[in-house]
């Protein structure tokens, strides 16, 4: 694909500086990785450096300074919602065909909507329904009586257990596993036993939520455990049974929530963030990496350390112990001198 910048600029919705009719944009890259013929971004503290990317144009936001040279520029409001837009110009996804495999297995009693792909070794059980536009990758296993919306996409080797629902435009990424039994066990006192608590209920997964590589959502012991429409899990995330995550939540890498945790609308969770069960946390709630979530959280929260404190206090309380060190070696300084003054 060749693109002009006059063509871009307008693709983009953008206010193109300095034209370079002659230059055909070939692709988008990174900034380190971009070439020449390639269009690239750069966001704050980035764009004081962008001039030493080469590439032969650049996406800027409408109050980052003017680059030194005389290369094209497009700008726009949101230079990085504009480079995910240029990556589906210019990488979009390879076309699946759309036909059921005669190596795949699909059950009598299932229903398949139309333009739907099942590739050779998915397995589709009894009873369960896929919508319209799905594409299925190689084993897949779709459970019994589950249910799975539109324009889904399951990556190799993802799992959907039985009676679990999904919305329309979920991904799945390869080995993410939907409805596996919770954790929930009884132990006898006397002989310190684990007996099994059948986990009867299921997952609901609204629309356009998406699941990372090796991520599991339990199902619930009853009733469901649920993922707001809009959700993004990142790879190595564990959501407990009868969790209920809101809509437009970020969960990042290694993050735990234990079972029966509520949690609102547009919450970040960071790398590795952990919580203890039967919580409640707000709407618009902001935790830093490593955080550990002991107790009620309320709305419009932004917090850190273990236990979860306040992100402001938690900087205060890192600052004074990096003054740990100081301080023990002025007391042994004044015991010292107390020492000389009883002699």
Not at 44 to 63: N, R, T, Y
Not at 75 to 89: H, I, K, S
Request: proline share 4%; hydrophobic share 40%.
């Amino acid at each position: 694909m060749e693109k002009t910048v006059r063509e871009l600029a307008e693709f983009l919705h953008g206010k193109l500086e300095n034209d370079a009719p002659e230059l055909k944009v070939t692709g988008v890259n990174g900034l380190v990785e971009a070439g020449p013929q390639d269009i690239s971004f750069a966001v704050p503290p980035h764009v004081e450096h962008c001039h030493l990317s080469k590439a032969g144009v650049m996406v800027l936001g409408f109050d980052d300074p003017k680059l030194p040279d005389n290369r094209p520029v497009i700008r726009v409001e949101n230079p990085r919602a504009a480079f995910a837009v240029l990556l589906e110009l210019f990488r979009h996804r390879a076309e699946v065909e759309r036909v059921l495999s005669d190596r795949a297995y699909v059950a009598p009693t299932a229903k398949i909507g139309k333009n739907v792909a099942v590739m050779p070794f998915a397995y589709i059980d009894e009873g369960a329904e896929i919508g319209d536009g799905t594409v299925i990758y190689p084993h897949v296993y779709v459970g019994k009586n589950v249910k799975v919306g539109a324009d889904c996409l399951f990556y190799p080797s993802s799992t959907i257990r039985e009676g679990c629902v999904l919305g329309n435009k979920i991904v799945l990424q390869s080995g993410a596993v939907i409805g596996g039994d919770g954790f929930g066990y009884i132990t006898d006192k006397t002989t310190g036993k684990h007996s099994f608590v059948l986990q009867a209920g299921n997952v609901v997964l609204e629309d356009e939520v998406e699941v990372g590589s090796n991520s599991c959502i339990d199902r619930a012991t009853a009733g469901s455990t649920v993922v707001g429409a809009g959700t993004k899990i990142d790879n190595l995330v564990h959501l407990g049974h009868n969790d209920v995550l809101g809509k437009n939540c970020l969960v990042v890498a290694h993050v735990g929530i234990s079972g029966s945790v509520t949690a609102g609308d547009n919450c970040v969770f960071a790398g590795q963030v952990g919580t203890v069960g039967h919580i409640t946390i707000g709407n618009n709630c902001q935790f830093a990496g490593r955080t550990g979530i002991t107790h009620n959280i309320p709305d419009n929260s932004v917090c850190a350390g273990f236990p979860a404190q306040p992100y402001k206090e938690w900087l205060k309380q890192e600052a004074n112990l990096r003054k740990v060190g100081d301080l023990v070696k002025k007391v042994k300084e004044l015991e010292k001198a107390l020492a000389e003054l009883k002699k």
